[in-house]
């Protein structure tokens, strides 16, 4: 986990509203957490994060809420010669949370991903 206690100061004598306040966009805490499993050649990955409230005015009068996301994979790797492929398949916002990072701009509800990367080794 991180705690980031980040804060507004005026070089000056004056005061301004964000002395002393956290700074906008960034959350006093969030976390990570991830967990793999290697069976019969298939990779199963779960990611998990959360996020404090991060505020949208310089005089933290209003924020956006906290959120948590998680996100489900599983991938296949084939090796042949010197050809080396990638096949996957995740679930991104598993639980279908409702959530912002920025103001204004909401983060897509339950979404798929499914693909194959493919790289040439000597």
């Known amino acids: 986990g991180n705690y980031n206690r980040a804060t507004g100061e005026t070089a000056n004598t004056s005061t301004n509203d964000s002395d002393g306040k956290q700074l906008i966009?960034?959350?006093?805490y969030s976390a990570?957490?991830?967990?793999?499993?290697?069976f019969k050649k298939l990779n199963f990955n779960w990611y998990y994060h959360i996020s404090g409230k991060r505020y949208t005015s310089s005089d933290n009068t209003s924020f956006l809420e906290p959120f948590n996301y998680s996100a489900i994979s599983i991938s296949k790797?084939?090796?042949?010669?010197?050809?080396?492929?990638n096949f996957f398949f995740r679930?991104?916002?598993v639980f279908n949370?409702?959530?912002?990072i920025t103001e204004?701009?909401?983060m897509p509800p339950l979404n798929y991903q499914?693909?194959?990367s493919v790289k040439v080794k000597s």
């Open 77 to 85: 790797s084939i090796k042949y010669k010197i050809l080396h492929t």
């Open 91 to 93: 679930i991104d916002n």
């Open 32 to 38: 990570n957490s991830s967990f793999s499993l290697l």
């Open 114 to 116: 499914i693909g194959m």
């Open 25 to 28: 966009y960034t959350p006093l």
């Open 104 to 106: 204004w701009r909401p």
């Open 97 to 100: 949370n409702q959530y912002q």
